[in-house]
Every structure is written in structure tokens, then in C-alpha cells.
């Protein structure tokens, strides 16, 4: 049994014992109440300070169950709570405590299930672009490593629904399903969907099944990390200056060029605004494309078409002058 579980079941069992010496004083000796309680701690604790009046033969045998019972339980509280607070079990505790709040009240944010070597890729670029997420991990080996980076984890399987329930699935825009398991990926895939109808899901597959299946079980994006690193590799051979474009502005990494994704809010002083007269509003801005409502994203869009409440606008620039559009 760990610490915890040790501490909580040596408060109850102190809490049982003290209410059944009291009450056992009350019906046996016919105490008042702050007698009889003060009989059950005194006895307990085996301060031994005096009985509050001369006991009956019943009262001295529920005196020796009470101190033969209750000595036990308290030692065992003591050992319990030493254990909890020289191995740094309270801190834990209370650590533990303050993250789950910080998680129940995330809104908006991204699961990530696993942290193996893809979802902890994944968990370094959502830190890094300040994104909120919260990392499901099963193995507790892992813990330290996930507290160092700062993160929000929940110990636990993805496969439970009452894990993802405490990682907020319900109330996150999207989850990354990067455990080692095609089986697994596909059942927390279909558990996904079905507690948040409109959770964006991306999903990873190690063959071909899996990818069909990722797909079948409602993966918006089912991905083959083998697949896309040999692609990725055969085109740094085949366009060497097109993959040095693509690390030179990959969004976040770039030294002077950046891409970004910006939503168009209501109110916005971007509305109405053709694309033509925000690029010429700032040096090296271009907007690649344009996502609005249900039709298919427009790359390179006309220059004179009016930005909307609602469209998301992907623009390449220099990262001051993204960041000030944003």
C-alpha cells in the first residue's frame, strides 16, 4: 500500500475508533458527551490524566478493547505519517492536488496520450508556442521527467475513460493519440470521439491497417512517423533548397521568417480589409491562404477578396511583424 493510501486509512480508522469509544462511553457508563469523548482521546493516546468517574466493570472491559485497538491504530498513524512526510509524500500530495485544478479548469487545450519519444516532441512545441496541454502517461517511471519540463500529466491509461475524463478531454480542442500501440490508438481514438463529438484527433499509426482503421475510428489525421521521416529525407535529396525554405519558416524554429495561423475575431480591425491592403501594411507579409466556413482552404487567394469574421489566414513573414497581426 503506498504512503497515501497508508495516511488516509490510518485517519479513518482514528476517526472510527473515536466515535465508537464515544458512543460505547455514553451507552455503557451513560456519559455526557465531552465525557465521553474525552475519555475515548485520553484513552487512545494513553495520556492517562484520570477518569472522569469510577468505571464499572463493563466500562473497564471497554476500556482495555478501546486502548488495545486504539494504540495500534495510532502508531500506525504515526508510522504512516512519518513515512508520508520523510519521503516527501505530502508534497507530492499537494502538488498532485494544485495540478488537477489546474487542469479542471483548462478550456480549449490539447491531450496528449503517451510520452514516448513522439509525444514528447509534441509536448516540447506546445510549451514552446505556449499552447496549453496536458500529457496522459501510464508508466510512473516517467513522472520526474514530466514534472521537470513543467508540464500537466495525468498518471494513468488513455485507455480508461475515466483518465481522459481527468484530463479534460471533454473540454479540449484536440488530442494526440502517440502511444506505442496501434490497438490502443485506435481504442482511444473511438473513446475520444464519442466523450467530445468535436475534438479535433490526430493519431499515429505503425502500419497500414492501423492508419485505415485511425481513420475509420474518426482520426481527423492518422500519421506514420516512418512514413513522413522517409519522405521527408527523400526530399532533402530530391529539392534540397525547398526543405531549407521549409526548416528556415516551420513555424516556431525559424531564425527571421515565421508562419502563423490567425483567426479572424468579430470586431477584428482586419475586417472588411482586402488581403492586397494588409500586406502592404507591413513589409515582408504575404497570406498564403484562406479558410472560411466549410470551403476548401484557398491557397494564394486573391488579392482583392475581403477578410471576414471567422476566416483563418495563414501569412509567412518575419516573426515581429506576424506577431504584431496577431
Known sequence: MNPGRRFLVAIVGIAVLTVGGTAGYMAIEHMAPL?????????????????????????RIFTMGLI???????????????????????R??????AMKHRIDQLEGHVVICGFGRMGRVVAEEMARSGG???VIER???????????????????ALEDRVLE??????????????????????????ARTMNPKIRIHARGESEAGLQHLRMA?????????????????ASIVRPSVVDFLELSF?????????????????????????????????????????????????????????DAGDFLVAIGDRDTLRRLV
Open 251 to 307: 513555424p516556431g524554429r525559424g531564425a527571421e521568417i515565421d508562419l502563423e495561423e490567425i483567426r479572424v475575431a468579430k470586431g477584428s480591425t482586419l475586417v472588411g480589409q482586402p488581403i492586397s491592403a494588409v500586406e502592404q501594411s507591413a513589409t515582408r507579409l504575404r497570406i498564403v491562404a484562406l479558410k472560411r466556413g466549410g470551403a476548401p482552404t484557398a491557397l494564394i487567394p486573391d488579392p482583392a477578396t475581403r477578410i
Open 139 to 157: 508508466d510512473p517511471a516517467r513522472e520526474m521527467e514530466l514534472a521537470a519540463g513543467g508540464l500537466l500529466y495525468v498518471l494513468g491509461s
Open 68 to 90: 488495545v485497538t486504539g494504540v495500534g491504530t495510532a502508531f500506525y498513524l504515526f508510522a504512516a505519517v512519518t513515512q508520508f512526510v520523510v519521503e516527501g509524500q505530502l
Open 35 to 59: 465525557d465521553a469523548l474525552y475519555m475515548t482521546i485520553i484513552t487512545i493516546s494513553t495520556v492517562g490524566y484520570g477518569e472522569v468517574k469510577p468505571l464499572s466493570e463493563g466500562g
Open 132 to 134: 496549453a496541454a496536458v
Open 166 to 191: 481527468e484530463a479534460g478531454v471533454r473540454r479540449a480542442r484536440a488530442i494526440v493519440v502517440v502511444t506505442a500501440s496501434d490497438a490502443d490508438n485506435v481504442y482511444i481514438t473511438l473513446s
Open 218 to 234: 474518426g482520426a481527423d489525421q492518422a500519421i506514420s512517423a516512418y512514413q513522413w521521416g522517409g519522405i521527408r529525407l527523400a
Open 92 to 97: 507530492q500530495f499537494v502538488g498532485r492536488a
